[in-house]
């Protein structure tokens, strides 16, 4: 079974099927953490609890059919004792010892692994022998020879348990420490932190000695069983952790067994009261019902000699003043002891009447102050109690503490007031801390304790005390002692801030300083008062501390309180994807991103197993901790594919988070069909080629679009043409036919008819023209020469001004659609005209290039060009439209037009036409 101190786990290590007997003999635990389990009459299993990796060995593996009675691993070599004898493993094989002549037949039954890594034997007649490696020889043990038993301190020395019944402990530097227990020997025995001694006897059964090397006290034999809470009567095994706690395993169960560092005392009297030390170092006590009690050093109880009034109306506060005479406050009065009597000091003001006094304190000067719950502040000076009249001291006073210059006092408004030498001054303290139910001086600075924290008010600034973990809750005693620790009274238990530690807030005080807590589990019990009893912790002038809480009073000293231990280091105890378990736990391969990954884990602290907390952090996913509480279990799911470390830590109250104690689960998520590579490179391929057909339907949509308008356009304009052919046309054409006919009356030499002759000619001459026009603008005309057509509307233009045309023509000749013809025509017109009237050139140069995706046509001049703002039309005279005119006819055919500085420095127009648009057939 596993116990982590909060849970038991059943582990089976028995193989499957088994047929040898499974009846447990002993458990050791080996250095590297593994466990040797042997078994009564079948060999052993070792099981490392990390990876759940077990392994089996037996008479194969050369063990004797026999029990295993004891451990020990020496030189790195485990060796076991056994009925039949001591063996020792040997690779994967294990070999008898042959202890040699000096050992003879004698019975081992005790082995031990002495600190210069021989091993020591003890034999059945108390005879030790020394082996000084796995094998070898074994000699008599000289320097033993007078012991019966051992027992081994952490630090490597024996307790010797002698012959003659004597109890030996060594010193480092000084005499050993006997004592005479004239009692048999045992079968073991240990001694705890608290120097208790625990032996358990073959027959006898067991025994508890406290203080066993307490030389002035008289031996004590106590039976085990015949302590309260104990499961059992007969003791069988002990077993002392790491933490100082014993554990006894009973007849019927599992005992743990530990002394508390607190010593509750008992006292007369009714609950109530309050503490407060004196200067000879002892402590006076006030309870209801009884008069003052003083504990001295030695911590024997005196009962005070009072009278009715002190024993009816005494117990609300105790004050030890600086001149060492002790005052008593209680019900509507104050005395002072003198001796064995306690002096009123009256006559009491009127307004004590029905009030307890709260608080006493004294300044440098003996004047007493006294507190009133609900009744102000009053002094007693000059044998009468004044009333304290400064309106900063005004209010509900409920803590009074004495400071090398005055006093301080605190409120239940949350005030802080200090008097020096006569002199008021109110302390700023920060919102929030409460009332002011604690005060503690020292030196130059005051410690301050509320309903909501501390304060440290030090040269006229304050600090609150940040903790690491919870902050401090009702906060009613608080100590800074001589060692320099600050010790807390507070709702939860009692906090203890290290000296170290304190100084290095002091000097950061936003850094959250480590703090050690102390509960139930250590001995602190008892709840706070929520309105009396302040102070409600101490120090002596001996450095012991008394506590008091629910009218629990009790007493510690510091150094018997435990401090923060090694951190715990958390074990992963199961994993699981989904349902199916994973062995070992440390690497985890889900198969699928979906697949849920759950973990149980834990860390043992025997002490305080349900304050153990847990935090968590998923490299690759997390950023910081994910605390878990005392949550042991944690379950995650739903990652991206990838390799990710996740990371456990655990700690308490005294065993903080370190980084070199951490559990660590290698997760690798396996990514799911649709994740991986060639699946998402399949999907982006499948998508590209979607969106390039997508594309491409669109492009033939926007192009069929195109070509149904200009389809409009044209039949629009072969139905204009045919109108103005069969109207206009073939009007003109009989006028002038007329015309001849009536020329022919007039006689050939009349110079009228030689002038209309010539008329006429010019108007055939028209006519043909408006002919051949009208035919192209029907489409009937259309040739797959553009460039011979530019250049047939160029020619006359160009000629008429004695300027020269060169054609430049790229790519295979394409039927050009009539429409595209006709408006590259206009533009082309118009960028010759522009470049005869403006460019100050003699020569044109046509280009015609029939591209894959574009149709370009352009007309550059030599002339000396024109300005950019010309050219984009902004400087176009108003009536004029010639560049407005080519950009509008460039986009009739969904063409680009541009206007640039030719290589020799003359305008170059360049029109681009969509393939799509000017091709008359694809």
């Not at 604690?438 to 600034?461: C, F, M, T, Y």
């Amino acid at each position: 079974m596993r116990f982590d101190g909060e849970h038991f786990q059943a582990v089976n290590l028995a193989p499957p099927n088994a047929t040898e007997p499974q009846n447990l003999a002993d458990v050791f635990v080996m250095p590297d953490g593994s466990l040797v389990v042997t078994y009564r009459s079948y060999g052993l299993a070792r099981y490392w609890p990390s990876t759940h990796r077990v392994v089996r060995q037996g008479p194969e593996s050369g063990l004797p059919v026999a029990r295993a009675a004891g451990s020990a691993v020496i030189q790195g070599t485990l060796v076991l004792v056994t009925t039949a004898g001591v063996y020792w493993q040997d690779g994967d094989q294990w070999r008898k010892w042959a202890l040699g002549p000096a050992v003879g037949d004698g019975y081992v039954d005790v082995i031990f692994a002495d600190v210069d890594g021989s091993l020591l034997l003890r034999t059945e007649d108390l005879r030790w022998f020394r082996a000084p490696k796995p094998g070898a020889p074994a000699l008599p043990a000289a320097d033993l020879a007078d012991v019966a038993h051992l027992y081994p301190l952490p630090d490597g020395r024996w307790v010797r348990w002698m012959k003659n019944g004597d109890l030996v402990q060594p010193g480092p530097l000084v005499t050993p420490q006997v004592r005479h227990l004239g009692l048999e020997v045992p079968f073991g025995f240990l001694l705890d932190a608290h120097g208790d001694l625990w032996a358990f006897f073959a027959d006898s059964g067991s025994l508890l000695i406290p203080q066993v090397f307490d030389a002035q006290r008289p031996l004590q034999m106590i039976r085990p069983a015949d302590i309260t809470g104990v499961s059992g009567p007969v003791m069988l095994s002990y077993f002392l952790d790491r933490q100082g706690t014993v554990w006894m395993g009973t007849s019927t169960g599992l005992d743990r067994f530990g002394m508390s560092p607190v010593n509750p005392v008992k006292l007369p009297g009714r609950v109530g009261g309050t503490i407060g030390p004196d200067a000879k170092g002892g402590l006076w006590v006030t309870r209801q019902g009884i008069a003052p009690l003083y504990i001295s050093p030695d911590l024997v109880q005196h009962q005070t000699v009072g009278d009715d009034e002190v024993r009816s109306n005494g117990g609300t506060a105790v004050y030890s003043a600086r001149s060492g005479s002790v005052f008593i406050g209680g019900y509507e009065r104050v005395w002072q002891r003198f001796g064995d009597r306690s002096v009123p000091l009256r006559p009491m003001p009127e307004a004590a009447r029905g009030r307890l006094v709260q608080s006493l304190a004294d300044e440098p000067d003996g004047r007493l102050w006294m507190s009133l719950m609900d009744g102000g502040l009053w002094t007693w000076a000059q044998g009468r109690w004044q009333p304290v009249t400064d309106a900063a001291l005004a209010g509900r006073c409920t803590i009074l503490a004495a400071t090398p210059q005055g006093i301080a006092a605190g409120f239940e408004d949350g005030r802080l007031v200090s008097v020096d030498h006569g002199l008021t001054h109110r302390v700023p303290l920060p919102s929030g801390l409460g009332r002011i139910l604690a005060l503690h001086a020292k030196g130059d600075q005051i410690w301050v304790g509320g309903d909501q924290g501390v304060v440290l008010v030090r040269q006229g600034s304050t600090a609150p005390l940040v903790l690491q973990g919870a902050p401090p809750g009702r906060v009613t005693g608080i100590v800074e002692s001589k060692s320099g620790d600050l010790w807390i009274n507070e709702a939860t238990g009692l906090i203890r801030v290290a000296a170290a530690a304190l100084a290095t807030w002091r000097e950061s005080p936003q850094t959250p300083v480590p703090a050690e807590r102390y509960g139930p589990t250590d001995g602190v019990h008892g709840a706070l008062h929520p309105n009396r009893t302040f102070p409600s912790l101490v120090e002596e002038r001996s450095g012991r501390m008394w506590i008091n809480r629910g009218g629990i009073v009790a007493w510690f000293d510091p150094d018997d309180l435990p401090t923060a231990r090694m951190p715990l280091r958390p074990l992963v105890l199961e994993a699981a994807v989904d349902d199916t378990p994973v062995l070992p736990p440390d690497r985890i391969v889900a198969r699928t991103p979906e697949q849920q990954i759950r973990l149980v884990f834990a860390a043992t602290d025997l002490r305080d197993a349900a304050g153990t907390q847990f935090r968590v952090m998923l490299e690759g996913l997390d950023t910081d901790w994910t605390l878990l509480g005392n949550n042991r279990r944690f379950a995650f799911g739903g990652l991206t594919p990838g390799h990710y470390r996740l990371k456990v830590q655990a700690s308490t109250a005294r065993q903080p988070w370190d980084d070199t104690q951490t559990a660590v689960v290698e997760v690798e998520v396996q990514p799911a069909l649709y994740q991986t590579w060639w699946a998402r490179a399949s999907a982006v391929l499948v998508l590209l080629m979607m969106v390039t057909l997508m594309y491409r339907a669109r492009i033939r949509w926007v192009l069929r679009q195109s070509e149904l308008q200009l389809e409009v356009q044209l039949k629009e304009r072969e139905r204009i043409a045919r109108n103005l052919h069969d109207s206009l046309l073939q009007s003109i054409v009989g006028l002038v036919l007329q015309i001849q006919r009536h020329l022919k009356g007039l006689d050939a030499t009349h110079p009228v008819r030689r002038n209309v002759e010539a008329s006429l000619e010019r108007a055939e001459r028209v006519v043909e023209g408006t002919r051949e026009q009208l035919v192209s603008v029907r489409g009937e005309g259309a040739s797959r020469d553009l460039a011979t057509s530019l250049q047939k509307a160029l020619v006359d233009l160009l000629a008429a001004e004695g300027w020269t045309l060169r054609l430049h023509e790229q790519g295979r000749q394409r039927a050009i659609h009539p429409i595209v013809v006709e408006e590259l025509q206009a533009i082309v017109v118009e960028a010759a005209r522009n470049a005869v009237s403006h460019s100050g050139g003699h020569a044109l140069v046509l280009e015609v290039t029939y591209g894959r995706r574009h149709l370009q046509v352009g007309v550059e001049d030599d002339g000396g060009g024109m300005t950019k703002a010309l050219a984009t039309g902004a400087d176009a005279p108003p009536l004029h439209f010639g560049l407005r005119g080519m950009k509008e006819r460039a986009g009739v055919i969904g063409a680009g037009i541009t206007w640039s500085q030719g290589p020799a420095g003359g305008t170059c127009v360049r029109v681009t036409v969509p393939a799509g648009m000017a091709y008359a057939a694809r």
